[in-house]
C-alpha cells in the first residue's frame, strides 16, 4: 500500500548509472524528474538504456552509481517501500498461459497482502476496468497480445500504486489496442491522480500521452520537455517531395538541397528538408521542382515531430536508430538476466 | 509460520497445483514412462530370482522400487522447467515486485512436486499389486511408500529448482535427466547390492545413496517393516533436501538482485 510520503511525491533521479560487465554504460548518468501525477514518456529507440532505467527504478537492478527516489524512497536502501508504492507492467506480459485471469489477480492480491474478502472484489474491479470481465475465466495462453497487455496492467493496480511504470506497454499490439491502453493510461492519470513512468519506442505514443518527454539516447537524455517544447525547439517545419517517377529521387534531393538542413530520401521513394526559412519557402520549393522538370506524386508539408527532435539531438532518426542498436540492446538484456 | 507467509505458500502452492494439474504432458509419460521400463524388466530379468541370496522369487516385487526413483526423476524436470520458465518470461519479476518471501517463493513451488509425488506413487503402486507384486508390509506400508516417495520427489525438485535458479534455463534443467539417469543405472536398481560381483560396480553402488533410497522401498515391499532401512532412506531423502533448499535459497538471492 502507499504511504503519505508516497502520496506526495513523484520521481527524482541524480546521475544515474548502470554498468554492465565488459559493457559499455546501459544508463550513463541521467538526471530526471517525474512531478505526482505527470505522465512522463521516456522515448529512445531500442538499446538506448530504457529498460535498465526501468529495472533500477522499480528495484529490480542495483545502480552502480547515483541516486533516485520513487514516491519519496531511496531505490537502493528502501527497495520494499519503493515496490509498496509502484505498479509495473515490465517489458513482454509475463502472464502464466495456464491460469486464468481471475487466476492471476487472486494471486496478485494475495502476495500484495489485501484482505481475503477484498481480493476477489478488487479483482472484479480491475478485470472489469480493463475490459476483461467476460475472458476472467478463460486461460491467459488463449489471450490476444492486447488481451494481456490488458491484464499486465490491471494486475500492475491491485494495490492501489501512487506510481506507474509502463515499459513499451504498446509493442507489438495492433491499433485499436493500442489505443484502448492509451485511453486507460490517460485515465489512470487524469481520474486517479497515477504517476505514469511509460517507455516507448512509438513517437506518436509519447506525443499522444505523454505530458513531458525525455528523450534517451546511448544512455544519455539527450532532451526533456513537454513534446510542444521539443518540437518548437526544432521550430522548422519539414517538407517531403515524391516524384512520380520513383528514378527520379535523387533530382529532387538535390532539388531540395538549397532550402535548408539534413536533406536526405524517405522511405516513400523521395525527398526532404528541414526548410531553413520556415513555411514561406514552400512555393520557393514547388518553383524549383517546376524547374528541374520533375513530375511530383505528392508535396507534403510536416509540422516538426518528435522524431524531428530526435534527429536534432543525435543525428539519427528514431527509427534507424533502432535497428541499429538492435543487437546492443540485446546483449544488454542478457546481461540483465544473467 | 507468519499468516502472510501462510498466504504466500499457499497461493504459490495452489499455483504450481493448478500449473501441474493442467499440463498432462508433465504427468503423462512420469507415469507411463517408468511403468513401461517396469514390466520390460520384471519380464526380462525374471531368472535373477533364481540366483542364490536373491530376497524375493518375484522380481516384479523387487524391481517395484524403481518407478518411484524414475518419478523422482520427472519432478526434477517438471519443477525446474516450470520455475525456469517463469525466469524466462519474466514471471519471477512479476513476483519480486510483491513482498513475496523468497522460503514462499520456493515451498510453493515444490507443491506441485507434492501432488505429483502422491499420484505417482499411488499408480505405481496400484499397477505392481495389480500385476501381482507382493507389499509384505500392508496398507500402512503403501501409505509409508506413498510418504517416502512424495518426500524425495521433493527433495530431487529442490535440485531442479537450484538448477533453474542458477542457469535461468529450462533446457539447462533438461540437461540433467541424462545425468540422474547415470545414478540410476550406477545403482542396486537391477540386483540388490550384495550380489553385484563387479568390484567397481559394487564400490560405485554402496556409495551411490539412490541405492540406499531403492531398498528403503524395497524392505517395504519385500520384508515387512525394516527401521534401520527405513530410517537410512528418509535420511538420504532429508539430507538431499535440506541441501537443495540451501543451494536453491543462496541461487534465489542471487537471481533475484532487488533492492
Known amino acids: ?338 | 509460520m507468519s499468516g502472510g507467509l501462510r498466504t504466500q505458500v499457499g497461493q504459490l502452492a495452489r499455483r504450481s497445483v493448478l500449473r501441474t494439474m493442467r499440463q498432462p504432458a508433465q504427468i503423462v509419460p512420469s507415469l507411463i514412462f517408468p511403468l513401461f521400463l517396469l514390466a520390460v524388466n520384471s519380464g526380462g530379468l525374471k531368472s535373477a530370482t533364481n540366483l542364490p541370496g536373491f530376497p524375493t522369487d518375484s522380481y516384479l516385487t523387487f524391481a517395484l522400487a524403481v518407478p518411484f526413483m524414475q518419478g523422482a526423476l520427472f519432478s526434477v524436470m517438471n519443477t525446474g522447467t516450470d520455475l525456469a520458465r517463469d525466469i524466462e518470461t519474466g514471471f519471477l519479476n512479476r513476483l519480486a515486485l510483491t513482498p513475496l518471501r523468497g522460503a514462499a517463493l520456493l515451498s510453493g513451488l515444490l507443491a506441485g512436486a507434492v501432488v505429483l509425488g502422491v499420484v505417482q506413487a499411488g499408480v505405481y503402486l496400484s499397477v505392481g499389486l495389480i500385476a501381482g507384486a507382493e507389499l509384505a508390509a500392508g496398507f500402512g506400508g503403501a501409505l509409508v511408500i506413498v510418504a517416502l516417495s512424495v518426500s524425495i520427489t521433493v527433495a530431487f525438485g529442490t535440485i531442479g529448482l537450484f538448477v533453474a535458479l542458477r542457469s535461468g534455463s529450462g533446457e539447462a534443467v533438461q540437461g540433467l535427466f541424462p545425468v540422474f539417469f547415470v545414478f540410476l543405472f550406477l545403482s542396486a536398481m537391477s540386483l540388490p547390492l550384495d550380489l553385484l560381483e563387479t568390484d567397481w560396480f559394487h564400490a560405485i553402488a554402496s556409495a551411490n545413496p539412490v541405492t540406499y533410497l531403492l531398498e528403503a522401498f524395497r524392505s517395504l515391499l519385500i520384508e515387512g517393516w525394516n527401521i534401520g532401512d527405513l530410517a537410512l532412506g528418509f535420511g538420504i531423502a532429508a539430507v538431499i533436501l535440506a541441501i537443495g533448499m540451501f543451494g536453491a535459497s543462496r541461487a534465489l538471492k542471487t537471481r533475484l538482485v532487488r533492492t
Not at chain 1, 504517476?195 to 516507448?200: A, D, K, M, N, S
Not at chain 1, 505523454?210 to 518540437?231: F, W
Request: aromatic share 4%.
Open chain 1, 1 to 338: 500500500m502507499s504511504t503519505d510520503v508516497g502520496e506526495q511525491a513523484g520521481i527524482e533521479v541524480e546521475g544515474l548509472v548502470r554498468e554492465f560487465k565488459n559493457g559499455p554504460r546501459a544508463v550513463d548518468g541521467i538526471d530526471l524528474r517525474v512531478a505526482p501525477g505527470e505522465i512522463y514518456g521516456f522515448l529512445g529507440p531500442n538499446g538506448a538504456g530504457k529498460s535498465t532505467t526501468v529495472l533500477m527504478l522499480t528495484t529490480l537492478l542495483p545502480p552502480t552509481a547515483g541516486t533516485a527516489r520513487v514516491a519519496g524512497f531511496d531505490i537502493a536502501s528502501e527497495g520494499p517501500k519503493v515496490r509498496g508504492a509502484i505498479g509495473a507492467a515490465l517489458q513482454e506480459a509475463a502472464l502464466d498461459p495456464l491460469l486464468t485471469g481471475s487466476e492471476h489477480m487472486r494471486l496478485q492480491t494475495a502476495l500484495h497482502g489485501l484482505a481475503k474478502a477484498e481480493r476477489v472484489e478488487r479483482g472484479r474491479e480491475l478485470l472489469t476496468r480493463v475490459g476483461l470481465s467476460e475472458a476472467a475465466d478463460r486461460k491467459v495462453g488463449g489471450y490476444s497480445g492486447g488481451m494481456k497487455r490488458r491484464l499486465d496492467l490491471a494486475l500492475a493496480l491491485v494495490h492501489r500504486p501512487r506510481i506507474l511504470f509502463l515499459d513499451e506497454p504498446t509493442t507489438g499490439l495492433d491499433i485499436q489496442s493500442r489505443t484502448a491502453l492509451w485511453d486507460e493510461v490517460a485515465g489512470l492519470a487524469s481520474e486517479d491522480g497515477v504517476t505514469v513512468f511509460l517507455t516507448t519506442q512509438y513517437l506518436e505514443e509519447a506525443d499522444a500521452l505523454a505530458n513531458r518527454v525525455g528523450i534517451i539516447d546511448h544512455g544519455h537524455i539527450v532532451a526533456e520537455g513537454t513534446p510542444a517544447e521539443l518540437k518548437a525547439e526544432i521550430g522548422r517545419p519539414t517538407v517531403e517531395a515524391v516524384p512520380r517517377d520513383p528514378a527520379d529521387q535523387e533530382r529532387v534531393q538535390r532539388a531540395l538541397q538549397p532550402f535548408g538542413e539534413r536533406c536526405g530520401a524517405t522511405h516513400r521513394g523521395g525527398a526532404s528538408v528541414l526548410l531553413a526559412g520556415g513555411e514561406s519557402q514552400l512555393a520557393d520549393v514547388v518553383r524549383a521542382l517546376d524547374a528541374e522538370g520533375i513530375a511530383i506524386e505528392q508535396l507534403q508539408l510536416h509540422a516538426p515531430s518528435l522524431d524531428d527532435v530526435f534527429l536534432a539531438k543525435t543525428g539519427r532518426s528514431l527509427e534507424g536508430a533502432g535497428d541499429e542498436a538492435a543487437e546492443a540492446d540485446s546483449e544488454e538484456m542478457e546481461v540483465v538476466q544473467a
